[in-house]
């Protein structure tokens, strides 16, 4: 199912689940708002976030427990890494880049989900230059890797929005100017959390060509709009107990009426299932995502 809608950004969005740690059990995903067994139910969105508990990512929507409840882990480890550390202004990054290319090559931003630079992020970047392009996974979490949702949580929390977007920056100079990339076209992606950020690198930086999201919340604010050039492709999961697919669909005619380019894809699926780490993995819906995101990369990055 494919929608268009316009999507504006947030520094702090959804992440999908990666550890190389296994889950006990899974438990039963929850609905916005629903309480989990042994919970009392939640304040109405009008409640004070602060006294309800609300996760800095879903405001208004998810507590921090039924948030984290969304990141199921699974104790698949990520295959070895093929790329390079790389230093971009003050923090690590990870490079991988097509084998045998020079300069110049398109090139694309990979920003990570809620457990930060980890093997499985460096995998998809390994995808993505297997793919034909330079891919740069930056740190937004300045070397923290977390395997537990608290720590994903306190990480999540304490990210320097200034400081992430001037990452962000640098590692698009990185692309642009290093010899063995000299990207002529760029493009950026991100799930959940990273997927935010994403968003936020297309509207900020107007030499961008494409940005990829992946279930995201889609926010209220469209303040952002004026500023977005770049195409966007947005992946949700029907079942995401944390994106109201009826909100998506509610921004539909506005994407419409502003004459951006953003199309979105549905998947009869839950929150974090194109990533093979997490126990709710669907390789179905996953591989076509990842089929819809190569044409896409291909089409505003390879011509």
């Known amino acids: 199912m494919d929608h268009r809608l316009l999507l504006a950004p947030l520094a702090l969005l959804l992440a999908c689940g990666t550890s190389d740690e296994a889950p006990k059990s ?9 309480a989990k067994p042994g919970e009392t139910s939640q304040p109405s969105r009008t409640a004070d976030a602060a006294n309800a508990g609300m996760s800095p990512a879903q405001p208004g929507l998810l507590t921090e427990a039924q948030f ?43 920003i990570h ?20 392009y330079a891919a740069l996974a930056v740190d937004l979490y300045g070397g923290t890797v977390a395997t537990t949702p608290d720590d994903a949580m306190m990480a999540m929390k304490g990210v320097d929005e200034a400081l992430a977007g001037e990452t962000l920056a640098l590692a698009h100079a990185f ?7 000299q990207a002529p076209r760029t493009g950026v992606i991100g799930w959940c959390f990273g997927g935010g950020w994403s968003l936020r690198a297309a ?15 889609i926010p209220e604010d469209l303040s952002g709009l004026a500023s977005l050039q770049a195409p966007v492709l947005g992946v949700f999961g029907e079942r995401d107990a944390g994106i109201p697919i009826s909100t998506v669909r509610d921004f539909e005619t506005a994407a419409t009426e502003a004459g951006k380019s953003v199309t979105v894809h549905i998947y009869d699926a839950d929150h974090a299932f194109a990533n093979p780490s997490s126990a709710r993995y669907a390789a179905d819906a996953a591989d076509d995502a990842w089929g819809k995101t190569r044409d896409f990369l291909a089409e505003n990055l390879k011509r």
């Open 26 to 34: 899974e438990p039963t995903p929850v609905a916005a708002g629903e």
């Open 68 to 110: 984290a409840a969304l990141h199921q882990l699974s104790g698949e480890a990520a295959p070895p890494a093929k790329g390079t550390s790389v230093t971009i202004g003050d923090t690590t990054a990870y490079l991988s880049l097509p084998e045998g290319a020079t300069g110049p090559v398109p090139a694309v931003i990979v």
């Open 113 to 132: 989900e809620w457990w930060g630079l980890n093997g499985h992020i460096k995998h998809w970047t390994d995808r993505l230059a297997a793919a034909g």
């Open 175 to 181: 692309l642009t100017s290093d010899p063995r990339v």
């Open 203 to 217: 509207l900020t930086n107007a030499e961008l060509d494409a940005a990829v999201l992946y279930y995201g919340r």
